[in-house]
């Protein structure tokens, strides 16, 4: 059973800048969520897809957009980027109807200067 | 509103029970988590409480439900070293798809 796969596992961008973060979830999961999580914090949650629709958003701006696809990987795509926008992007999988455990990533580390 | 506090630090000496508080809001969350999250690495499911239990125990681990005051705990008894890391309270919103997760405790277990 293969886990969370997350790339880059680190990466610098500018100011204004386009970033794609990429996910392969865990074998039998159908659900993928991003969480941004900042220094100091706990993950905040982005969205969730689940059959390659955006099942739920969070607080996030339009900026943040994402995909999944028929295998059930999934890219969250960040435009315009802003400094705030630094943070350990963490994806997480799981399976609808089930206890809702999430199963998390090691993260892609982005850096905006 | 949607939001779960808990204490940010814990340092207890190797050997000894740990306690880690948190409070939340949302009264009808199914389930409640903690999660461990260790230096580099994402977050890993710890244990995990329905909401219509009061107590759930784990091996070392024993979490404690009041509904009635929104208070989940989690107790490590025997605390190692390898405990040390930061512990996220988390609870489900209503429609099941939002994990909220408090800021964490990072807790610190000294030899």
């Known amino acids: 059973e293969t886990g969370v796969t997350q790339s880059p596992t680190h990466l610098i961008k500018t100011r204004g800048q386009q970033v794609t973060l990429r996910c392969s979830s865990q074998?039998?999961?159908?659900?993928v969520s991003w969480y941004q999580q900042a220094l100091g914090q706990g993950p905040q949650f982005i969205f969730q897809?689940?059959?390659?629709?955006?099942?739920g958003r969070g607080n996030f701006p339009p900026r943040f957009s994402g995909l999944q696809f028929p295998n059930y990987s999934s890219e969250l795509n960040v435009n315009a980027l802003e400094l705030d926008d630094s943070a350990l992007y963490l994806c997480?999988?799981?399976?609808?109807?089930?206890?809702?455990?999430?199963?998390f990533g090691e993260g892609s580390r982005l850096t905006v200067l | 509103g949607e939001d779960v506090e808990q204490s940010l630090f814990l340092s207890v000496r190797e050997g000894d029970s740990s306690v880690i508080n948190c409070t939340y809001t949302?009264?009808?969350?199914?389930?409640l988590y903690w999660y461990k999250q260790e230096p580099g690495a994402g977050l890993q499911l710890l244990t995990y409480?329905?909401?219509?239990?009061d107590m759930k125990q784990d091996q070392r681990l024993t979490v404690l439900l009041n509904k009635k005051d929104k208070h989940l705990s989690l107790r490590i008894a025997d605390t190692q070293t390898g405990d040390s890391a930061i512990y996220f309270c988390?609870?489900?919103?209503?429609?099941?798809?939002?994990?909220?997760f408090g800021a964490g405790t990072r807790l610190f277990v000294k030899a």
């Open positions: 997480a999988s799981s399976l609808i109807g089930t206890t809702g455990e999430l199963f």
């Open positions: 074998s039998g999961h159908n659900t």
């Open positions: 897809y689940y059959r390659e629709e955006e099942n």
């Open positions: 949302d009264s009808s969350s199914t389930y």
């Open positions: 409480i329905f909401s219509n239990m």
């Open positions: 988390a609870e489900i919103n209503t429609g099941g798809f939002k994990t909220i």
